[in-house]
């Protein structure tokens, strides 16, 4: 099973992208996965609400555009269900076992969220909490909790 982590724009912050790069390494014990980025939306700072739409569905073509057909995808959703690590690895083992070898799509979006042709193609919704993080910031974030499980599947120690 390949997990891929697609998300919206480009990391520029050299120490980001250090850190993925550090959880990816320390992932290749267990599993490959793999990032990938789609270009955001080119767009002015004040949009209407239709405008808004426009660019989450635009973004949303890209980042289908980038998922197999069988994959299960999960997308990364403020109203999505709140999982703790634990729950979190069950959801990636039960996939293992499960899911007969298909990829496992995680979706990050953009400033403005995710686009309906996304969430239509949703097969799970988790969120990371109420707060608003920087896409950046989730990537980072979401590489450790998927190494921390593949830790617990493993039954090896992790920080608790």
Do not use: C, W
Request: aromatic share 8%; no cysteine.
């Amino acid at each position: 099973m390949l997990i891929k982590i697609i998300g919206v724009g480009k990391i520029k912050e050299k120490f980001y992208r250090e850190a993925i790069a550090e959880y990816q390494k320390r992932m290749s014990s267990y599993n490959k996965v793999e990032i990938v980025e789609v270009a955001d939306e080119k767009a002015p700072e004040t949009l209407s609400e239709k405008e808004v739409d426009q660019v989450k569905n635009a973004e949303g073509e890209r980042i289908l555009g980038k998922i197999k057909d069988d994959a299960f995808l999960v997308t990364l959703e403020i109203n999505g269900k709140a999982l703790d690590s634990i729950k979190f690895a069950k959801l990636i083992q039960d996939e293992m076992l499960d899911g007969f070898g298909r990829d496992m799509v995680f979706v990050i979006g953009g400033s403005n969220g995710l686009g309906d042709n996304v969430l239509a193609r949703s097969n799970y919704r988790i969120s990371f909490g109420k707060m608003t993080y920087p896409h950046q910031l989730m990537r980072v974030i979401l590489m450790e909790q998927i190494y921390r499980a593949y830790r617990i599947i493993n039954r090896e120690p992790y920080h608790k």
